[in-house]
């Protein structure tokens, strides 16, 4: 099984910052097959990225996902109200589905 | 447009049996290319995949469940339901399901999800 570790747990910025956040998977992922979700207080999770750096439909360009083997990056070019949420990254190389704890992006 | 709606008891007695059904509309359940999950949510913590079913019948689960959850699909009804034996405070969560791709030797992450529903298993 593939454990994903988000870091770091909290973080706090302010509208129009960069807000970056990280996942670190214990085995390498297969084909870059990780995935970001933006999820706000009760609501369903919402898909950003997959393949580790393509946007989801309708996701605006400021939310951007880089990396590849046990190190992956999602990055908010500039934060919008809107973006204060919970990030869950995913990885779905295998027949078997596991997601990172949880970055919490709040406001400073 | 595709639209999941979960439902079930909203409480349920420890050592029950927890069910909860998905409705699947604006789209057909027996499309050969989705698979359809069910993940949960316990409270304060992330997200934990339970499992996935294929209109085929075809299923994976996350063994974390010790054997105690089974998906089934009844494509007559388009729904997918979930059901988890020996229920302990620990399954207490919100539930949802949702919709993925699948190929013959890894998922695809899951594009479509359910508002959710409420489990909390209590005397």
């Known amino acids: 099984e593939i454990v994903l570790t988000q870091s770091p747990g909290t973080l706090s910025l302010s509208p129009g910052e960069r807000a970056t956040l990280s996942c670190r998977a214990s085995l390498s992922v297969n084909d870059n097959h990780l995935a970001w979700y933006q999820q706000k207080p009760g609501q369903a999770p919402r898909l950003l990225i997959y393949g580790a750096s393509t946007r989801a439909t309708g996701i605006p360009d400021r939310f951007s996902g880089s990396g590849s083997g046990t190190d992956f990056t999602l990055t908010i070019s500039r934060l919008e109200p809107e973006d204060f949420a919970v990030y869950y990254c995913q990885q779905y190389g295998y027949l078997f589905l596991t997601f990172g704890q949880g970055t919490k992006l709040e406001i400073k | 447009q595709l639209q999941l709606q979960e439902s079930g008891p909203g409480l349920v007695k420890p050592s029950e049996t927890l069910s909860l059904t998905c409705i699947v509309s604006g789209g057909s359940i027996s499309s050969n290319i989705y698979y359809w999950a069910w993940i949960r949510q316990s409270p304060g913590k992330g997200l934990e995949w339970i499992g996935s079913i294929k209109s085929s019948g075809s299923t994976n689960y996350n063994p974390s469940l010790k054997r105690r959850g089974t998906i089934s699909v009844d494509t007559s009804k388009n729904q997918v339901s979930l059901r988890v034996t020996s229920a302990t405070a620990a399954d207490t969560g919100v539930y949802y399901c949702?919709?993925?791709?699948?190929?013959?030797?890894?998922?695809?992450?899951?594009?479509?999800w359910g508002q959710g529903t409420t489990v909390t298993v209590s005397s």
């Open positions: 949702a919709r993925h791709e699948g190929g013959a030797y890894y998922f695809y992450p899951m594009d479509v």
